[in-house]
């Protein structure tokens, strides 16, 4: 029978190329091999020890949970074994060999394109697992038998682009991973090695490390149990140091950074439960293909998800941690606890934590805030979006640029209302590409003499949050491209001499919805704004961008705004009195036109005409 003789298959392609970078390219971090061993070998434990609450047999009277570390110096091995789930012929090869894992082609990229040598820390944060045996040997030989099953497989391979299976004989189900050491790699033999990297990767892993070691002379082997296994969130704060919190939190999220932020506490009452999450301090490049971890979910210290997404709202996938109830089943199912009303309630109390912690953070510790904000300000921004009843709260957190802070300096939209002028009802703010390009917009001149502030958005985020961000303390958030602004000057009443004039300009301009006086000029003559609800001009690009509109395709047309007190305007204006269809009428009117098209930043439909006409305008006074 087939499925019974050895056979040798081939890794999927990204994973050879996977095996390649990692053998050749990540020295300098091989150590953490252990732990990721070790954490599989846990996950197995822990997935036979929840299989079996609702099928006993599977544990054959075994559950004396254990892990177990063997050097051999004569064969040159180092041996990890567990009595967890185990695989059988089918499930190895799925699980080392042909599945890549949904991060491994982002991975790859990420060492190609990052001079992987001098960025090892890279293989914590994609968590490699398995494959970083490979580091440390030079072949790498899997047996392993399944629970509740009797044949046992062979997996084996030199991680060149083969492996091979067949059968073979455990009296037990568990896996051993047996680690053919290179020979740069035999301290890892060494058992006072292997104690310290136990120690400082796995302490906390609930089951039993156990080193099983030789010893001189012939005396036979001892065993040792090498971690604390302590289960950090069980304790009180007091009791914890500092550095256990960072190993522990370097231990689930793979990272390589202490937290930014520790949130430790204990939930009584009606429900009941144990809180320990962590803020990062860095966005791993994970967060851009791989499945966000999040927090995972223990029922009196047995883990039954390790990435719950009720848990959380999605826009706070950025925290680490896990959180322990007393008051769910130990064998709810996945959908019983999507169903779930106590892990809604846990929901809202976990982000109501968070949120008050980062408030704290903002309000006390802006040195620490402010490289938070800039690493997760956009998942806040998808939470103003997503999350309604903490829209405020979650606004409260934003730090933007703005016209009246320096260059690079930040504000919060609860300082950019305490600074208001008394005459000033409404919150102002302008989305664009870059600071400089709308510093300069003319949309600001009358802000800018009446020293009231406007928020320069620049963010890729901030078009998509500010359509869910209508209002803040009560206070309208009013774009400065968009509509009228009753709380500027009215500009000045002379209109009804204009209209003659911009009966003409529309008829000619065949891009705008109308034409009116501006009060939003001093120095400019001209500008362009949206009607109110209307596309303003960055959000139309942006669109053009992700292709949702046509490049160049104006679906909405925009208002034309005139500076009543500009000379040009006023020109035009008595030239046209003087004879409406005087050649000059229509120029000036393009030009007008085109200036405003380029201050906000669109490109010009008729460039040639554009330069032909100012050739034109400067011509007489060139030499
Ligand atoms: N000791 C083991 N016992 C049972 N199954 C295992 C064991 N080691 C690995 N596996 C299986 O092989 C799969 C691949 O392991 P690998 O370490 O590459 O990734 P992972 O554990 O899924 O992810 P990560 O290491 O990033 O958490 C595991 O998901 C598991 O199904």
Redesign the pocket.
């Known amino acids: 029978m087939t499925a019974e003789a050895k056979s040798s298959m081939e890794f999927k392609t990204e994973l050879k190329q996977l095996l390649h970078l990692i053998t050749h390219s990540l020295y300098s971090n091989r150590e953490i091999f252990i732990r990721?061993?070790i954490?599989?070998?846990s996950?197995?434990i822990n997935?036979l020890r929840f299989d079996s609450l609702s099928k006993e047999d599977l544990l054959e009277g075994d559950r004396d949970w254990k892990i177990t570390i063997t050097p051999d110096k004569a064969a040159k091995t180092l041996t990890?074994s567990?009595n967890?789930?185990?695989?059988n012929r089918e499930?190895?090869v799925e699980?080392?060999g042909t599945?890549a894992?949904s991060?491994t082609r982002g991975f790859i990229e990420a060492l190609k394109s990052q001079n992987a040598s001098s960025k090892p820390d890279l293989i914590g944060q994609?968590?490699?697992?398995?494959?970083s045996s490979f580091m440390v040997a030079d072949k790498v030989v899997?047996l392993?038998r399944a629970a509740g099953e009797k044949d046992a497989v062979r997996w084996e391979s030199d991680g060149q682009g083969t492996f091979s299976v067949e059968p073979t004989i455990r009296d037990k189900r568990?896996?051993d991973?047996i680690l053919y050491l290179k020979e740069d790699a035999l301290e890892y033999l060494e058992p006072y090695r292997i104690s310290a990297l136990v120690k400082k990767f796995s302490d906390f892993v609930e089951f039993p490390v156990v080193l099983f070691a030789e010893q001189e002379e012939n005396k036979g082997p001892v065993e040792e149990t090498l971690n604390s296994r302590t289960a950090l969130w069980l304790k009180s704060k007091n009791e914890v140091q500092e550095e256990e919190y960072n190993s522990f939190y370097q231990n689930i999220s793979?990272d390589f950074e202490k937290p930014l932020s520790v949130l430790h506490y204990n939930v009584e009452g009606n429900l009941q439960y144990k809180v320990l999450l962590f803020i990062p301090a860095k966005r791993p490049l994970t967060y851009q293909w791989e499945e966000p971890k999040g927090v995972q979910l223990y029922i009196q210290r047995v883990l039954i998800m390790d990435s719950c997404e009720g848990l959380l709202p999605p826009y706070l996938r950025f925290v680490r941690g896990i959180v322990d109830s007393g008051d769910l089943p130990l064998n709810i199912s996945r959908e019983m606890l999507q169903q779930n009303a106590v892990l809604d309630k846990m929901q809202k109390g976990l982000v109501r934590h968070i949120l008050e912690e980062l408030e704290g953070m903002k309000n006390t510790q802006k040195d620490k805030y402010i490289p938070f904000f800039k690493q997760f300000g956009d998942f806040l921004k998808e939470g103003i979006a997503n999350d309604w009843t903490n829209k405020e709260k979650l606004a409260d957190l934003l730090l933007i640029e703005s016209l009246n802070t320096p260059a690079g300096e930040l504000t919060s939209l609860s300082d950019y209302v305490s600074k208001m002028p008394e005459s000033q009802k409404d919150i102002y703010y302008l989305v664009g590409e870059t600071r400089e390009f709308l510093a300069q917009s003319p949309l600001l001149e009358a802000f800018k003499k009446k020293g009231y502030d406007v928020l320069l958005m620049t963010n890729n985020m901030d078009e998509y949050m500010i359509t869910y961000l209508t209002e803040f303390k009560g206070k309208k958030m009013v774009a400065v491209d968009q509509g009228t602004l009753p709380d500027l000057d009215e500009p000045a009443p002379d209109a009804a001499a204009f209209q003659d004039l911009f009966k003409t300009i529309k008829e000619k301009v065949a891009e705008i919805s109308d034409v009116r006086l501006s009060n939003r000029l001093s120095e400019s003559a001209s500008c362009l704004v949206a009607d109110a609800g209307a596309l303003t001009a960055n959000r139309e690009r942006l669109l053009q961008r992700m292709g949702r509109i046509g490049d160049g395709e104006l679906n909405t047309k925009r208002i034309f705004e005139l500076n009543p007190n500009h000379a040009v305007v006023k020109k035009l204006q008595n030239v046209y009195a003087a004879n409406p269809s005087d050649p000059k009428v229509e120029d000036t009117i393009r030009l007008l036109y085109d200036q405003a098209v380029l201050a906000e930043g669109s490109k010009l439909k008729d460039l040639t005409g554009f330069l032909r006409r100012i050739n034109e305008l400067i011509a007489p006074a060139s030499v």
Not at 84 to 87: I, K, Q, R
């Open positions: 990721e061993l954490s599989n070998a996950d197995a997935k990890i567990d967890g789930v185990g695989m499930t190895i699980h080392l599945i894992k991060g994609f968590g490699v697992g398995f494959y899997v392993s568990g896996t991973v793979g």
